[in-house]
């Protein structure tokens, strides 16, 4: 039987909810606005990151960069997240994000920000679906961490701190926090179409991937939730209107 397409692939994991979807047709995205992801956090990235910074404070009514810096941040891992870990717990593979594979446009919102032409998977080892329970957990982490956390969020977390005062605690609590946000979703998702077994591996995975030393200081999961507890705030309560989220540290030093 031939291997199932990374597009097919992706496709299917579209169904989970709209963060989980992207693009995949084949084209042209620069001719339609679409810019590589990369270049967001490349070298050159100051006045692109201060744009979308500018644009989301002013979009969210708020006078403080880092509050702004800091939900861009957070919603970018949010999605990195997502269309990398339902590929990797559904089908045992990971996209291939890096290289300048991924696009983003910097004027729409999920689902529509983002393109992956093409799609391949990882080069790193995948293992096959058969193999899922075994020791292929550390394979796909590792392939989750380089594809997201290293391949993308590190740099980004690099140029955010370069145009914008903010804690680097904060930041990788939003990574954290992202994950867990897509884990929660996907892993409800397989239980309401009656896949226990793959709700557990996603959480072993998520698991897995927050043993990273970026990450591992960040919180606590709670596998029986899933539920996380972070010890740092994305700062998203001093949004007009806000409030604490879930797993804020703020929760608990107020209690």
């Known amino acids: 039987?031939?291997?199932e397409s990374m597009t097919a692939i992706l496709n299917r994991s579209a169904a989970v909810g709209p963060f989980f979807a992207v693009r995949t047709d084949a084209g042209a995205p620069r001719e339609h606005g679409f810019l590589p992801l990369g270049e967001l956090y490349g070298e050159s990235s100051a006045p692109a990151l201060r744009t979308r910074v500018a644009a989301v404070a002013t979009r969210l009514g708020v006078t403080e960069p880092r509050i702004a810096a800091s939900l861009v941040y957070q919603g970018l891992a949010g999605r990195l997240w997502s269309?990398?870990?339902?590929?990797?717990?559904?089908?045992?593979?990971?996209?291939d994000l890096g290289g300048g594979a991924l696009w983003w446009h910097p004027d729409?919102?999920?689902p529509d920000e983002l393109w992956l032409p093409s799609p391949s998977p990882s080069p790193a080892p995948s293992p096959t679906p058969s193999t899922l329970a075994s020791a292929s957990g550390e394979e796909l982490a590792s392939g989750l961490r380089a594809a997201v956390l290293h391949g993308h969020l590190m740099p980004l977390h690099r140029a955010v701190g370069a145009v914008t005062p903010i804690s680097s605690r904060l930041l990788w609590g939003n990574a954290a926090?992202?994950?867990v946000g897509t884990l929660r979703v996907l892993e409800g998702w397989c239980r309401?179409?009656?896949?226990?077994?793959?709700?557990?591996?996603?959480?072993a995975l998520a698991a897995a991937v927050l043993e990273d030393p970026l990450l591992r200081d960040t919180g606590t999961l709670d596998p029986a939730g899933p539920a996380f507890s972070r010890r740092s705030c994305c700062l998203y309560y001093r949004v007009p209107g806000g409030g604490l989220c879930g797993d804020c540290v703020l929760r608990r030093t107020r209690r």
């Open 1 to 3: 039987m031939p291997q």
């Open 83 to 95: 269309i990398a870990l339902a590929p990797a717990v559904l089908a045992g593979r990971v996209p």
């Open 108 to 110: 729409r919102s999920t």
């Open 177 to 179: 926090s992202a994950l």
């Open 192 to 203: 309401g179409a009656g896949r226990g077994e793959v709700a557990e591996r996603a959480v």
